[in-house]
């Protein structure tokens, strides 16, 4: 597709349990960010990737948080023991070089229960 | 510590008057500044930038004011139509520096009453 893609739209899990979030950024785009919203706040950054590198990674909220980029395309955020605080909706964005914008995908709602 | 302030959660105007909305920012560091646009259940949209060695930006109904001195922004949309309804976010980066992330407010709620 020609946007920024991510999946599942929609993920409800029990407290404890592992997630996988999953982003498909725009072909071409060398820049992706995960972002984290929560109710009335504004996106809130978590991390960074260049290529496959991760560049800035200090927004992860602690170590239960990991994403990984293997190939440079897709990237993944990962969530150990999952805890009620972390719903919200997971968005991710992808930049090309020459863009001075971010293209954001639909995000991914996470409910802890 | 929050660099990018919104301080209206939300404006209420008429069909085919101005909505003006307004950011605040207090890292001198950020270069680009942006706005995006939020439907519920969607992704945020991008709308319009600007740079900060520029004041003013212009696109069709929508128009950016940066006041560096004052680290104050703002956007503009004439005439608001009731498509225009939907959350706004100022958001800012320091674009050239060596950590590139975007920085957004809390978000402005705009209503367009018909």
């Known amino acids: 597709g020609a946007g920024v893609s991510q999946t599942p739209s929609n993920k409800v899990t029990e407290k404890g349990k592992y997630v996988e979030l999953r982003c498909d950024p725009i072909?071409?785009?060398?820049?992706l960010y995960w972002y984290r919203q929560s109710l009335g706040q504004g996106p809130e950054f978590l991390i960074y990737?260049?290529?496959?590198?991760?560049?800035?990674d200090s927004g992860l909220p602690n170590d239960r948080f990991f994403a990984v980029r293997p190939e440079g395309s897709v990237s993944t955020l990962k969530i150990q023991r999952t805890e009620r605080g972390d719903s919200a909706v997971y968005l991710c964005?992808?930049?090309?070089?020459?863009?001075?914008?971010?293209?954001f995908g639909q995000g991914t709602r996470l409910t802890v229960v | 510590d929050q660099q990018v302030k919104q301080n209206s959660p939300s404006l209420s105007v008429q069909e085919g008057r101005i909505s003006i909305l307004n950011c605040d920012y207090t890292?001198?560091?950020?270069?680009?500044f942006l706005w995006y646009k939020k439907y519920p259940a969607e992704g945020p949209t991008f709308l319009i930038s600007?740079?900060?060695?520029?004041d003013k930006n212009e696109d069709g109904r929508f128009t950016v004011f940066l006041n560096k001195s004052a680290k104050h922004l703002s956007l503009h949309i004439v005439p608001s139509q009731p498509g225009d309804s939907a959350v706004y976010f100022c958001?800012?980066?320091?674009?050239?520096?060596?950590?590139?992330?975007?920085?957004f407010g809390t978000g402005t709620l705009l209503a367009v009453q018909p």
């Open positions: 890292n001198s560091m950020f270069d680009y």
């Open positions: 964005a992808s930049r090309g070089t020459m863009n001075t914008e971010a293209f």
């Open positions: 072909s071409g785009h060398t820049a």
């Open positions: 990737f260049q290529g496959t590198g991760a560049a800035d």
């Open positions: 958001a800012a980066w320091n674009y050239g520096g060596a950590t590139n992330k975007l920085i």
């Open positions: 600007i740079s900060s060695i520029k």
